[in-house]
T-cell receptor, first 114, second 112 residues
């Protein structure tokens, strides 16, 4: 059974600081996704990582994937208040198959304070 | 494109009543997913469809839950009878082939 673990689950940061959120998963997978959810809102896709070594960046967020270590990271650079949200990683549970079911981590609730 | 559309956005009902949640996926997307989100259990996949056919319903909690997709542009999730523990936010998502999923705004269900 595929399990996805994120840490930390809660993160309080000061503006301007850097930090990394980690996402570990238990079995082989070739696709990993990062989503953002604002309070009371839906999930918004941030990154899709499709291969080992993949790195994607958008603004102050950078995501990477190491399929051998079964690890993805979401790095936050010089945090600003607007980044406050819950961040989820999700792993495709059907490696090499045709299904599209995602297994989500529990989410990391990020709070950026002045 | 309007994105994934869900209705109603909020539903308050009494225990024992039937509840029907509706979803219109993004046109052209082959996959449709129903999720439930609660504080205790996080985001759980209930069921998903490929080309209108249910592929995996192992996440459906019990027989009180049922889902249908009569055509490519419409799906329903029904709970009958509803119970207080069904209170949650229910998301519908769609995706083109095996790729990122696009989530709808969700339906916040409260069962009293």
């Amino acid at each position: 059974e595929l399990k996805v673990e994120q840490n930390p689950l809660f993160l309080s940061m000061q503006e301007g600081k850097n930090y990394t959120i980690y996402c570990n998963y238990s079995t082989t997978s070739d696709r990993l996704y990062w989503y953002r959810q604002d309070p009371g809102k839906s999930l918004e896709s941030l990154f899709v990582l499709l291969s080992n070594g993949a790195v994607k960046q958008e603004g102050r967020l950078m995501a990477s994937l190491d399929t051998k270590a079964r690890l993805s990271t979401l790095h936050i650079t010089a945090a600003v208040h607007d980044l406050s949200a819950t961040y989820f990683c999700a792993v495709d549970g059907a490696y090499g198959g045709s299904q599209g079911n995602l297994i989500f981590g529990k989410g990391t609730k990020l709070s950026v304070k002045p | 494109d309007a994105g994934v559309i869900q209705s109603p956005r909020h539903e308050v009902t009494e225990m024992g009543q039937e509840v029907t949640l509706r979803c219109k996926p993004i046109s052209g997307h082959d996959y449709l997913f129903w999720y439930r989100q609660t504080m205790m259990r996080g985001l759980e996949l209930l069921i998903y469809f490929n080309n209108n056919v249910p592929i995996d319903d192992s996440g459906m909690p019990e027989d009180r839950f049922s889902a249908k997709m009569p055509n490519a542009s419409f799906s329903t999730l029904k709970i009958q009878p509803s119970e207080p523990r069904d209170s949650a936010v229910y998301f519908c998502a769609s995706s083109p082939k095996r790729y990122e999923q696009y989530f709808g705004p969700g339906t916040r269900l409260t069962v009293t």
